[in-house]
């Protein structure tokens, strides 16, 4: 799993951007232009943010800000002349995706990992200990921030072999794993400031992928 962020998405109020799906508010700081996005897109309630992605810039449909789409174009043709095919695997995801997945583990229906993706036994937890295991992979609906569409998982779809099972695991992109060349190259072009605006937001113990 490569999950990205994307500077894209403040707070305030200016001018207005139609997108193929509702009307943005966006303000002009100088040459940069930030969007602005309602209470219901930042807790995943209205997806009137986002946009379809093209045919081939995913391995199926997904949805991102414009915003982080344009910087993703970019992102993405460097990643070709570097020899990756660069694709979206999850973009922006509903609250009620996002409550749908929670839902799963709390209930037992989806495995709950510990920090090195090994399965749990969420029957010997509290309820506490059971929210603080689920948050370790997943957020708490309304607070994804998968709900902004500015955050994604990519891979590079080129490294899969045919019929290859994809499970957005943390050992794909370690050494070995079929990612982990593509992650190696994220992580210095993130480093040289030379990623688009992209960054990794979670980068703490058994999380920096």
Avoid at 18 to 43: K, P
Avoid at 94 to 108: C, D, L, M, P, Y
Avoid at 148 to 157: E, K, N, P, Y
Avoid at 189 to 200: D, E, K, L, S
Wanted: aromatic share 8%; glycine share 12%.
């Amino acid at each position: 799993m490569i999950l990205l962020g994307s500077c894209c998405s403040l707070t305030g109020n200016r001018h207005r951007f139609q997108g193929a799906r509702g009307t943005m508010v966006t303000r002009r700081h100088g040459s940069r232009v930030t969007s602005i996005i309602s209470r219901e897109q930042l807790l995943g309630l209205d997806d009137g943010h986002v946009v379809t992605l093209e045919t081939g810039w995913s391995t199926g449909e997904c949805a991102l800000h414009p915003f982080a789409i344009a910087a993703l174009e970019e992102l993405r043709h460097d990643a070709c002349v570097a020899g990756f095919d660069l694709r979206v695997v999850s973009g922006f995801r509903s609250f009620v995706r996002q409550a749908e997945i929670w839902n799963a583990k709390a209930a037992g229906r989806r495995p709950v990992l510990d920090a090195d993706e090994r399965p749990i036994d969420t029957g010997a937890l509290s309820e506490r200990e059971l929210v603080f295991a689920i948050l370790r992979w997943s957020a708490l609906p309304g607070a994804s921030r998968h709900h902004w569409g500015s955050d994604m998982d990519v891979i590079d779809a080129a490294a899969m072999p045919p019929g290859y099972r994809l499970r957005l695991s943390v050992d794909e992109a370690q050494a070995g794993g079929p990612f982990a060349p593509l992650h190696r190259w994220l992580g210095e072009r993130i480093a040289a400031g030379r990623a688009h605006g992209f960054f990794r937001p979670y980068t703490g113990e058994g999380c920096d992928v």
